[in-house]
């Protein structure tokens, strides 16, 4: 059985006509890597793409907001924290101010469920090993970290490096939604 997220659900009930969208988001969300497409980067190129956007640890990064839009396994996710907590952590030695001046540094999606479980869970290990508590950390990820697809989120506020690898997906593979929309071929 397909199951819809809680914002799609009351969507459904005012928007009869995403039932199949939210089926077909539901379907990729639980689909595993191999069907998903997932493609993976390499380190040194998404430090290629950091560096040339700016991100870089000797900028105040924490006046920044980066938006990564399918952040999968932390490819780009991870090194862009690495570099905002090097950044923070250089000029402010006193952590205890965590989630009041990074709770807006970062905004990532990722619409499988599993995955988004599994990164998450690395980006809380990457704020704790930098001596993050506990409760900051899982207060920062909760902030920075949405699971759904990032073409139907809504995202409020603006950003200023968007960064991250587009989702690859074979174009068979994508659930065929007819919801009364002509659609071009």
Not at 20 to 38: E, F, H, I, K, T
Not at 61 to 82: I, M, N, T, W, Y
Request: aromatic share 6%; with cysteine; hydrophobic share 40%.
């Amino acid at each position: 059985m397909v199951r819809a997220s809680p914002k799609i659900k009351a969507a459904q009930q005012t928007l009869p006509t995403i039932r199949p969208v939210a089926q077909a988001v539901s379907l990729l969300a639980n689909s595993d890597v191999q069907s998903r497409g997932a493609i993976f980067t390499r380190r040194e190129v998404v430090d290629f793409i950091l560096d040339l956007l700016g991100y870089t640890s000797d900028s105040p990064l924490v006046k920044l907001r980066l938006l990564e839009p399918s952040f999968g396994e932390g490819d780009f996710l991870l090194p862009a924290l690495d570099r905002l907590l090097q950044s923070w952590v250089g000029k402010n030695p006193d952590l205890n101010h965590a989630v009041d001046d990074l709770g807006n540094s970062l905004c990532a999606v990722e619409l499988h469920r599993n995955t988004f479980d599994s990164t998450k869970r690395k980006v809380l290990a990457a704020l704790t090993e930098r001596g993050i508590s506990n409760t900051d950390a899982r207060t920062l990820a909760d902030k920075w970290l949405i699971q759904g697809d990032f073409l139907l989120e809504p995202l409020f506020g603006s950003f200023d490096v968007v960064a991250g690898n587009p989702p690859y997906l074979r174009q068979e593979l994508i659930p065929d939604v007819d919801v009364g929309i002509p659609r071009k071929i």
